[in-house]
């Protein structure tokens, strides 16, 4: 087995051709988009023959709508039943950082046609990211998934990441200063409504994962009249952004190891991790414990016991990945104990060239064929962006160190990471806006989906959101672990009401809770395709 650390990502976790007569909603002497081929597929993307891209044009800083322009990369696929159209279906998969150009076609397959006959399904590259005009920050090929993800040393010494952290403030700021303080949100939200102003139509309806519910939220509350029907998933507390959501992260993990204990332990004829949930958690401890004594060598970096937690994090996402888990654990107990320690993980690619300036354009969407790669660390660098950008982190190390002592005692699956140091300790620029108030201004045309044991984005944080915007929400908690529910899992009952929502906008009445699927069932994705979504490892 190749240990490809950086490579294993969270696999969690979408268009009758539309001009402005069509609707007649464009801006006023906006041009008629222009659609044409679409960039190379990404590596195991099967891209729906259908898809089209283009190039929208928008102000990098919404205050100075005349400065400067940077590209926003739209794809598309019509509906075909042009007959039952509603109108547009905007999608974001998460991160912040993920790429979602591809993200419509991705579900596509799993998507009901109750929902894709009623709508075109577009995807884009939020700005910063892919294929839209994208930042960097230079982050070394060769840095270490723990500094990734803040992990503290195996004594909780920070040290290493604050070294890390202030590094990579730097060089974001020396690759792409420019275009930094403009990488929020808000801006984000705002591209958004370029877009639904640019394809002509009155409203446009969406559906974000993970980080992409606050980019919904945040939509919703700018633009509180041109949303149709918004479905959060998994969703972000508006009050918790940015640090204390990521502190969430360990009594998420907390909770959410349970479920694969369980699992192991019912399997451990097959896995030999422990007989009792109890068992395989202290073989979880112990081999952390080994790895952080004595890493098995490897060619870029040592596999570590951070780099285990970190792996065992990416799989607790999904059910589906808990056979891969179980199998690493095992793995790495016989390569401790006995026998040859596994192959290397695979370094990321090399670190991409400084952002260059944006192409000048004749047209508000153009074509997407041929454009420049993408660079190397953009994933990483658009999430560090965003993260520093919306809301200013503290600036005093001892904050951080306090709180992963205190989280390293109370959360001890998570070791302290989501409590520790980010590039925004030291970012250079300050907020230009505060945080966009979510509130329940507006029509009550928000569902939120939430499962009750998720890793990443724990229940609490979708009752807050759901709190938030009171009166506007439905809430749907579901009965099961992992990160994502609509598509992602078996949950006839949650799928049927986001489905229910999305073609024929029925919102439940009250908060419900629906059951959810047992582990021990689970042989496959759930319902949508292997995906790829911005997760630990991405």
Not at 19 to 29: D, I, L, M, N, V
Not at 50 to 68: F, H, I, K, S, W
Not at 505 to 526: A, F, H, I, M, N
């Amino acid at each position: 087995m190749r240990w490809r650390v950086l490579a294993l990502v969270a696999v969690t976790a979408l268009t009758a051709v539309l001009t402005p007569a069509r609707s007649g909603y464009a801006a006023a002497g906006a041009p008629a988009p222009t659609w044409g081929a679409c960039p190379a597929a990404p590596p195991g993307i099967q891209r729906d023959p259908r898809q089209e891209c283009a190039t929208l044009r928008v102000p990098l800083d919404y205050r100075q709508p005349g400065g400067r322009q940077i590209d926003i990369a739209v794809s598309r696929i019509t509906t075909a039943k042009p007959g039952l159209r509603r109108g547009i279906l905007l999608f974001n998969p998460g991160g912040p950082g993920g790429a979602g150009l591809d993200f419509p076609g991705q579900l596509l397959p799993a998507l009901p046609a109750a929902v894709s006959d009623r709508f075109d399904l577009i995807g884009f590259d939020p700005r910063g990211v892919g294929h839209s005009t994208p930042v960097t920050c230079g982050i070394p090929a060769d840095t270490a998934p723990d500094l990734l993800l803040p992990y503290p040393a195996a004594d909780g010494s920070i040290d290493r990441n604050v070294a890390f952290a202030r590094a990579t403030a730097d060089g974001c700021a020396r690759h792409s200063g420019a275009l930094l303080p403009y990488i929020t949100t808000a801006n984000t939200a705002r591209d958004m409504d370029r877009i639904r102003v640019a394809l002509g139509e009155r409203k446009l309806s969406y559906f974000g994962l993970s980080y992409g519910s606050y980019l919904g939220a945040v939509y919703a509350a700018l633009f509180p009249q041109r949303g149709d029907r918004i479905l959060l998933d998994s969703a972000v507390d508006p009050k918790l952004v940015w640090y204390d959501q990521w502190r969430a992260w360990g009594p998420g993990i907390a909770l959410r190891l349970p479920d694969f204990t369980a699992w192991a332990a019912a399997r451990d004829a097959s896995y030999h991790l422990g007989a009792t949930p109890e068992a395989v958690e202290k073989t979880y401890y112990d081999l952390a414990a080994r790895l952080d004594r004595d890493p098995l060598p490897a060619d870029g970096y040592p596999f570590t016991g951070n780099v285990l937690r970190l792996v065992t994090f990416d799989r607790l996402y999904f059910d589906f990945r808990f056979p891969e888990l179980a199998g690493i654990w095992q793995q790495v107990a016989s390569a401790t104990g006995a026998g040859a320690p596994p192959a290397a993980a695979a370094p990321p690619a090399a670190a991409a060239p400084p952002v260059t300036a944006a192409r000048p354009a004749t047209a508000a969407l153009r074509t997407l064929a041929d454009e420049a790669a993408v660079p190397a660390d953009n994933l990483r660098s658009a999430q560090y962006a965003v993260l520093c950008d919306d809301v200013a982190w503290p600036r005093d190390l001892a904050t951080y160190a306090a709180n992963v002592a205190v989280d390293r005692r109370l959360y001890p699956a998570a070791a302290g990471m989501p409590s520790n140091a980010w590039p925004c300790a030291f970012w250079k620029y300050r907020p230009a806006q505060p945080p966009v108030a979510v509130t329940d201004n507006g029509p009550r045309n928000v569902l939120i989906l939430q499962n009750l044991r998720d890793p990443a984005t724990p229940w609490f944080s979708g009752y807050g959101l759901r709190q938030a915007f009171g009166r506007r929400a439905g809430f749907v908690s579901v009965d099961q672990g992992g990160h994502g529910v609509y598509l992602f899992t078996r949950s006839t009952c949650a799928n049927d009401l986001a489905t229910a929502f999305l073609a024929r906008g029925e919102l439940p009445e009250r908060d419900t809770l629906c059951p959810g699927q047992s582990p021990g069932d689970v042989t496959g994705p759930g319902l949508a395709p292997r995906v790829t979504l911005p997760g630990p490892l991405g």
